[in-house]
């Protein structure tokens, strides 16, 4: 995509007209997201997950870095695929303890103006009608810069604490999230209209009942008939994100995601998958870059590459094996407890194993070696599954622009290494040298989330599956 192209596309752009990297940070509401072992560095607050300041104090540091959001990852129920036990997961803290990430964002919202906010929840197990209430009570409460990571779920141990035997089959679940997700936007989008709350104090009406529709819907999964009970939000309908990679992920993308996460670790399967995402949204009857896809990336940096080097070294000192496997077992649906760590990759039967491997290889430059189960684990143990860039801000600067230019990513989930020190320094050396070569905003745009990412507006646009539900609004 050329920047021309990019601006005619509404695409966001710098003040030197090139295209924009877009940056979210990606936390998640524990202890231990993507590298185990590290809330040990003393330099690390991890630990502090579980107070409000330490979210707040994240806010603002990213809003001083100009960030787009804060993407902050879930799950329900424990990593327990390894050694069939959630024993490591807690031994190792890999993603559990584990609180609701919803409760996070008002508290973060109240403290800056700007930040969106991406936030994960799962089709399987609750409702549509209580949880479009929580979406729209957020999106009030954020002025409109609230977004959904809508996941299917993936870890057997959620379904059977939800008194299910396992989940749904990969492709009905997605049957199932559709379904979901007509009747959230039924009742965000086609129950109220906008000027259904009059609040006429002399008359004493507060509501019009003839502006507010039952939404009358009975499906495979769902029947739901009344009305929301929320009145329209800044954005009604929040940003749809979404981070499935399946061929059905990618059409449930397709059909309804505006931003979608990607995690692969090297250019060449990024821009791939990037490719067929565009394609999947193309198919849909969208334009492909109706969507902002966002890759996972670790930054660590320094004032000079020396010193990012040395920073990487001592990271590495306090990276925990086990936790690592426990979270590619629970990635990969495969126990690594069975192998011995230092048992060559090459003797383990297992395909999916050898592919990750390979990919793992490349990533590193280490192709030619014959990878350990224990060597699998630590390079986990930095930045979790995705790639990691080392460097000054300069170094790191231009590693994120060729990422860009070479996948067609539009922008990063950075996952933390330690926390809040990986956002800090990447506010303080790398936002900087983007600024200085015209790749990153040095001021927000107003409005919603969505008219940040797309400058087209507070609401879904008139080609997404949604507009169908939603009410004719007043020009």
Not at 1 to 14: E, K, L, R
Not at 249 to 267: D, L, S, W
Request: hydrophobic share 35%.
């Amino acid at each position: 995509m050329t920047d021309a192209q990019a601006s005619s596309a509404g695409y966001p752009v710098t003040d030197a007209g090139q295209r924009e990297i877009l940056f979210n940070a990606f936390d998640m509401n524990c202890v231990v997201h993507q590298s185990p072992g590290l809330w040990r560095h003393p330099d690390d607050r991890a630990r502090e997950y579980n107070t409000i300041k330490y979210w707040t104090d994240v806010a603002q540091i990213l809003e001083r870095g100009l960030f787009d959001g804060l993407f902050i990852a879930d799950v329900l129920g424990p990593y327990d695929v390894f050694d069939a036990s959630p024993d490591a997961a807690l031994r190792s803290g890999a993603q559990i303890p584990l609180q609701d990430p919803f409760l996070l964002v008002a508290a973060m919202a109240a403290v800056t103006e700007n930040l969106g906010f991406g936030v994960t929840a799962g089709t399987a197990y609750e409702h549509p009608y209580p949880f479009s209430r929580r979406l729209g009570t957020l999106d009030h409460l954020t002025n409109g810069r609230v977004g959904w990571n809508v996941v299917t779920g993936y870890l057997p141990s959620a379904a059977q604490n939800l008194g299910q035997d396992d989940q749904m089959e990969h492709d009905k679940r997605y049957d199932h999230a559709d379904e979901y997700m007509d009747v959230v936007y039924k009742l965000l989008e086609g129950s109220w209209e906008d000027d259904a709350v009059v609040a006429d104090k002399e008359s004493g009406l507060f509501t019009d009942p003839s502006k507010v529709h039952r939404i009358e819907h009975e499906g495979e999964f769902f029947k739901t008939p009344g009305i929301g009970v929320v009145e329209p939000s800044p954005q009604r309908m929040p940003v749809v994100y979404q981070a499935g990679a399946s061929t059905r992920g990618r059409a449930f993308a397709g059909k309804h995601a505006e931003a979608v996460f990607i995690n692969p670790p090297t250019k060449e399967l990024a821009k791939a998958s990037v490719q067929r995402i565009r394609q999947a949204v193309a198919e849909a009857g969208r334009d492909p870059y109706d969507v902002r896809i966002f890759a996972m990336q670790t930054v660590v940096t320094g004032p000079t590459n020396e010193a990012a080097q040395a920073k990487y070294d001592d990271l590495a000192q306090y990276i925990d094996p086990e936790g690592g496997l426990v979270l590619m077992s629970g990635w990969m649906g495969i126990d690594l407890s069975q192998f011995d760590l230092d048992q060559p990759i090459g003797d383990v039967e297992s395909n999916a194993i050898q592919s990750t491997v390979e990919t793992f290889q490349k990533a590193s430059g280490r192709e030619d070696e014959a990878w350990t189960v224990r060597q699998l684990a630590e390079w986990v143990g930095v930045g979790g599954f995705g790639p990691v860039i080392i460097g000054d801000g300069a170094t790191a600067a231009q590693q994120l622009i060729e990422w860009q230019e070479e996948t067609d990513v539009d922008g990063f989930n950075l996952a933390y290494h330690i926390t809040p020190g990986t956002f800090e320094d990447v506010v303080e050396y790398v936002v900087p040298e983007l600024q200085k070569l015209g790749r990153y905003k040095t001021e927000y745009k107003p409005g919603t989330l969505r008219n940040k990412l797309f400058g087209k507006g507070d609401h879904l646009p008139e080609n997404h599956h949604a507009a169908q539900f939603q009410l004719r609004r007043k020009k």
